[in-house]
């Protein structure tokens, strides 16, 4: 009898196989290619092409659509599609991509393009003003993501097929929007021919103008998605370059790090600082870059204990910058004013320091410190994300020895945030910690975004209101259009009062990215421009 | 309704205990019908086993000595303060050696304090999560076996639900949706752990509640309570004791993968779950960061296993025939 | 029979409601604003409105509640906050690797945990049986994923003797493409007769289902032996001892198949448990399973996607709990009148 119930267990395993089998078959990893635009620009190199490999630790897409894509897929997307100028990291200079040349009017308020002739998108349509036209317009229409860096445009003007005019409501400095890491792609918006273009894209196709193109797309599997060589590209495919592009999606460290020892991915965008010295020591390529990428201790200047400004200064003095830095053995730089390093608005020698004594004496002024009345301040941050805990942790060791005692709370960022924006102001932290970083390489959305006041807080997270820092903020970009040397000094001005007089933040370091490249492959440039990029088409596979 | 055969059922065929570890799985069975026992011959019996499995007596040697490591911490730790916020950036990571026998981590804190004082956080937790489950578990099945009809099946039904989730589970999902912190991971692990205390009490509960002398007791006018008290609780104190011990291991376990998650206690609190996440990259490179506290995680969750396996073979009368 | 097995399926659809009320409510209690999630870090108010009217945030709970219910029926499981596709896809697609991995789990956990357990029981008392009891043990007491790290360095990243991670080298897609059919990758390599995916896959499952068996492995083990004990104590096993088999024989041809019973409804209960256990495994070996996908879930407070998965496993757990119970029923006469 028992038997018999092995044998009915074995017989519906059995039957549920053959269920299953008889739904038919589809071969895997060719799904997407099938229905793939068709009069696309030719056959795709042969698979035994060069395979670039990059290993990512979070899903590569989540949004398809160039208009509001504002997520991972940016090292995907910017070797789909191309915009029309693109930051160059070691001129600090904007430089041509699919526009040649550019210039602006006197008042900064008048723009004219010109485009690349012969370029075509990926769906065979050639590229042409008009086209342009339609995809920004289509992105500022959407109003998703990063569209805002389209916000002054009063009107788009195809003044002919390669010359591209926009007239501007307020001056911007149009060429360095344009180069924006997100929003700022050229489409063919006509892709989708009479269907709906959002669905088109959802469905894991491109219209780009890039030197790739989408070849399959696997939701949910290790390698999510993989690019092929796009022939009618407008570069051309003289000489060794990469064919093919994979994501493969690679959670953890340590996992990723043995994968690249052993040559099965090429790029980690970034390790831990032992692993990084072990990739190192063991012969593969790696490189150091700072990022544009820093973090911020917003302190609470509007309520809760750090509403005195001698206790925020007293904060400001008991992180220990150095030992902080030294602790991130090469994940983080010491910061240097609010703006980081290769934007402008950047000042040097502006390093903080650790000073107990000042913080002690600045304690005891306000009554607090060791002997005075203890004080609790609360401080939120990102949940896992080991270099924020190490601030946490080292920073709560400190203040104990000042008497202070600092509660620490690591949360997913929808709690943290909608904590931090808590109408109670009796809710709100004393102090937050997040990361920021421009969506175009200029420093003003630090100060436009989380410092400039604002009714409902939104990232202003030090609650600031003070209204000449606000007026100068506004006048911010007008200035970096028409007036360069006026712009920097107002840049440095808003540092010191924000940082030294207000002492309304902190900035602990700016993140280092630590790559790891599999030995062999050349010409690889770290652009933080495109955080975690790499552009395959300028790398050289190794022999 | 789980795949646990209800405990009141009268004609149970005497199935084999289940293994500890999986007490959190099959739920206990068929511990119900006894009466308290004198505790000379509770000991006696206890001896006896300790002698006849050498197991159960090293699993309680061990839990001893963890115990004593907990509550010592302050004490033996080599380095106290390094169990709470000190740290010492310009030690980090170093191996171990007569300064640090188990090395230093990330910000130069000494592993071995750290492993000493996780070994409170950890035995904390599980003696909270178990008491909260305890108490509420035994609280409602008493009033479920004692009260019988709606309230029972209303109360049965829900432990149901609740026992649909595998433990680590519905603690994950409410760890998740609660902010991390202790008094997170004590409310999350007992309320997955709390069915199994009801069911068990019901049990006994109901099969106390139909006997002559408490019919009698009941006719003579013995308020409720009174009866619950003199007759329901002592009946199910030993099955609820084992099954405490055998649960123990498991909310160990767990209390630890919730913290490796990244969801459970945080720093500077030290817990070996927390640990461990927190050094798992860099295993490859520095491997004391993670090995040791495992090793806790892996030697205390094992000394429980066992002792709890020991005390039901001890005091359960199947498993006194082997 | 009929009445047994109209009262068990009443059960089970009531625990089933029951299951996806407390989802409901666990996911409820979440403190950020779920519209957050979905519209993005630095999402304007008006988006932020748009995603609370998308979600149907702003309806009353009990209407939320049966909506949440009707929609699950009808299989729209929600959309992920983190990849922006529907739930229910996304568990189809992360579902099948999991099994892959747990069904070898269970094989390996099977293989390893039913002999020690006859051999355990064979020398009850012994140092065999001390021995068996001893691993066994430590193989429950292990937590996984501090076991799934150590092995993973040691075996792939020292000795080299298996991959580090994934589910199979995936250059094999071009030179060998995978027919798939039931999208579990080595039942589809082994119908298709696609030995390259075949050997790969299973050469890159070794590591995790080794780690994800070792729990199994141990309550299977100790669950053998101690049916094994109780059964040759029966008469009829006494009886076959006095007739003059041998010791291993009469456990093997006597004691082991009526135990069978127990261990099978066993293994079907640690089924779901190895699951949940996978996901702290799954992780560490990069396997494209439901693990990874509640991981990055967790990551994100992704509530829909992280109640599907609560829901998925509880459903599976409840499922497989009736299987085994009509089964047992319809073998079984006596489990009928409980």
């Known amino acids: ?543 | 309704m789980t795949a646990s055969p209800e405990p009141a059922g009268p004609a149970e065929p005497a199935g084999p205990a289940e293994p500890a570890g999986l007490a959190g799985l099959a739920g206990p069975t068929g511990l119900g019908r006894r009466p308290a026992r004198p505790l000379r011959l509770l000991l006696r019996r206890l001896l006896r086993t300790a002698r006849a499995d050498v197991l159960a007596a090293a699993g309680a040697v061990l839990l001893l000595a963890i115990v004593a490591c907990a509550l010592l911490a302050p004490w033996i730790a080599p380095y106290p303060e390094d169990g709470g916020t000190a740290t010492h950036p310009t030690e980090a990571l170093l191996p171990p050696s007569a300064d640090h026998w188990f090395g230093t981590d990330q910000v130069g804190r000494d592993i071995l304090s750290r492993v000493l004082f996780g070994a409170r956080t950890s035995l904390f937790i599980a003696v909270a999560v178990l008491g909260l489950a305890a108490a509420a578990g035994v609280t409602l099945g008493v009033v479920a076996g004692y009260a019988g009809g709606w309230i029972r099946d209303v109360i049965m039904r829900v432990t149901d639900v609740f026992l649909a989730f595998p433990a680590l589970l519905l603690s994950l999902a409410l760890a998740v949706v609660l902010q991390p912190s202790v008094t997170t991971v004590v409310v999350a692990l007992a309320a997955t752990w709390w069915p199994w205390y009801a069911r068990l009490t019901a049990s006994v509960a109901q099969s106390v509640a139909t006997r002559g002398y408490v019919d009698a007791a009941r006719c003579l006018g013995v308020p409720a309570p009174l009866i619950v008290f003199r007759h329901v609780l002592p009946n199910s104190a030993t099955p609820v004791a084992v099954q405490l011990s055998l649960d123990a291991g498991g909310v160990i376990l767990t209390s630890a993968a919730l913290s490796y998650l990244g969801i459970g206690v945080h720093d500077p609190t030290a817990e070996w779950g927390l640990m461990v996440q927190q050094g798992q990259t860099l295993f490859t490179t520095d491997w004391w960061v993670v090995t040791f506290p495992g090793l806790a995680i892996l030697v205390t969750a094992f000394a429980f296993n066992v002792l709890g396996e020991g005390l039901r073979q001890a005091l359960d009368p199947r498993g006194a025939t082997r | 029979m009929l009445r047994y097995l109209t009262r068990r399926l009443g059960q089970a659809v009531l625990v089933v409601a029951g299951v996806v009320t407390l989802t409901f409510t666990v996911m409820r209690l979440v403190p950020g604003d779920p519209a957050v999630a979905f519209a993005g870090p630095r999402a304007t108010p008006a988006e932020l409105a748009a995603a609370r009217e998308r979600f149907g945030l702003d309806d009353p709970l009990w209407t939320q509640l049966w909506n949440y219910a009707r929609d699950l029926a009808g299989g729209d499981w929600g959309t992920s906050l983190h990849t922006r596709q529907p739930v229910a896809r996304d568990l189809t697609l992360a579902f099948p690797a999991s099994l892959e991995l747990v069904g070898a789990a269970l094989v390996v956990a099977v293989a390893a945990g039913v002999p020690l357990g006859v051999l355990a029981a064979r020398f009850k008392a012994g140092l065999p049986d001390l021995s068996v009891r001893f691993t066994s043990m430590l193989a429950v007491s292990v937590p996984v994923f501090w076991l799934a790290l150590v092995v993973q360095t040691v075996f792939a990243g020292n000795l080299g003797w298996f991959p580090v991670a994934g589910e199979y080298d995936s250059s094999l897609d071009r030179t060998s493409p995978l027919t798939v059919y039931t999208d579990i990758t080595i039942v589809d390599a082994l119908i298709t007769g696609n030995w390259p995916v075949f050997t790969s896959t299973l050469w890159h499952l070794a590591l995790p289902a080794l780690v994800v068996a070792a729990y199994p492995a141990g309550v299977i083990a100790q669950m053998t032996r101690a049916a094994l004990i109780e059964e040759s104590g029966q008469d009829h096993v006494r009886l076959s001892r006095a007739l003059g088999f041998g010791r291993t024989a009469v456990l093997v041809r006597f004691a082991l198949r009526p135990a069978a019973g127990p261990v099978l409804s066993l293994i079907a209960l640690v089924f779901a448990y190895a699951i949940v256990n996978g996901f702290l495994v799954e992780a560490v070996f990069n396997w494209p399973g439901l693990g990874r996908y509640a991981a990055a879930s967790i990551r994100s407070l992704d509530t829909p996607a992280i109640a599907g998965v609560t829901l998925l496993v509880a459903l599976l757990y409840v499922g497989s709990n009736l299987l085994v119970d009509l089964v047992q029923g319809v073998l079984d006469p006596r489990v009928r009148t409980r």
């Not at chain 1, 308020?109 to 289509?138: N, S």
């Not at chain 1, 807080?457 to 609650?463: E, G, Q, R």
Request: net charge negative; with cysteine; aromatic share 10%.
């Open chain 1, 1 to 543: 009898m028992r038997w018999q119930r092995c044998l009915l267990a074995a017989g519906t395993a059995a039957a549920l196989a053959l269920a299953a089998a008889c739904g038919g078959g589809q071969v895997r990893g060719a799904g997407d290619r099938s229905s793939a635009p068709s009069g696309a620009g030719g056959a795709a190199p042969p698979a035994t092409g060069t395979t670039f490999v990059y290993a990512p630790n979070l899903d590569v897409v989540t949004d398809w659509d160039p208009a509001s894509s504002y997520s991972n897929e940016i090292v995907a997307m910017q070797n789909i599609y191309e915009s029309l100028t693109k930051y160059n990291i070691r001129t600090q200079k904007v430089e041509p991509r699919l526009a040649t040349a550019w210039e602006s009017s006197k008042d900064g308020k008048t723009w004219t393009f010109t485009l690349r002739e012969g370029v075509r998108f990926h769906t065979g349509k050639p590229l042409t003003a008009e086209a342009a036209k339609d995809a920004i317009q289509r992105t500022k229409d959407k109003g998703a993501g990063a569209a805002y860096i389209w916000d002054s445009i009063k009107k788009i003007k195809a003044k002919d097929d390669l010359t591209l005019e926009f007239k501007l409501k307020y001056p911007a400095p149009l060429d360095l929007l344009a180069s924006a890491d997100f929003a700022a792609y050229i489409y063919d918006t006509a892709a989708a021919g009479s269907g709906d273009l959002e669905k088109w894209f959802a469905e894991g196709r491109d219209a780009g103008t890039g030197p790739y193109t989408v070849d399959s797309w696997q939701k949910g599997k290790e390698v999510e998605l993989s690019l092929t060589a796009f022939d009618g590209y407008w570069g051309g495919w003289q000489g060794a370059k990469f064919t093919r592009v994979e994501f493969r999606v690679t959670p953890e460290l340590t996992t990723a790090a043995q994968l690249v020892q052993r040559g099965e991915v090429s790029f980690v965008p970034r390790l831990n600082p032992q692993l990084f010295a072990q990739a190192a020591a063991q012969g593969a390529q790696t490189t150091q870059a700072p990022s544009f990428q820093n973090l911020l201790a917003l302190f609470n200047t509007e309520s809760g204990p750090l509403k005195d400004e001698r206790l925020r200064k007293a904060v400001q003095q008991a992180i220990d910058y150095d030992g902080l830095v030294a602790a991130l053995k090469g994940a983080g730089v010491a910061a240097s004013g609010l703006v980081p390093q290769g934007l402008f608005g950047h000042v040097a020698g502006r390093t903080p320091k650790q000073d107990l004594a000042g913080a002690e004496a600045l304690l005891k002024e306000a009554g607090h410190g060791p002997g005075g009345k203890p004080l609790t301040l609360t401080m939120t941050y990102a949940q896992g994300d080991a270099d924020q805990q190490l601030l946490a942790t080292l920073l709560s060791s400190t203040l104990s020895t000042l008497n202070v005692k600092l509660e620490a709370e690591p949360l997913q960022w929808t709690t943290q945030w909608d904590r931090g924006k808590s109408a109670d102001t009796g809710k709100r932290q004393d102090i937050f910690v997040m990361y920021w970083y421009p969506d175009y390489a200029d420093a003003y959305s630090w100060f436009a975004n989380v410092f400039r006041s604002s009714d409902t807080p939104s990232f202003n997270l030090t609650y600031l209101k003070d209204d000449t820092f606000d007026e100068a903020v506004d006048k911010l970009n007008e200035l970096a259009a028409v007036d360069k040397e006026a712009a920097l000094t107002s840049y440095a001005d808003l540092q010191t009062r924000l940082i030294d007089e207000l002492a309304a933040v902190a900035v602990p370091y700016v993140m280092n990215y630590q790559r790891v490249l599999a030995g062999g492959i050349g010409g690889y440039v770290d652009n933080p421009a495109y955080p975690n990029v790499v552009f395959v088409y300028d790398l050289t596979p190794g022999a």
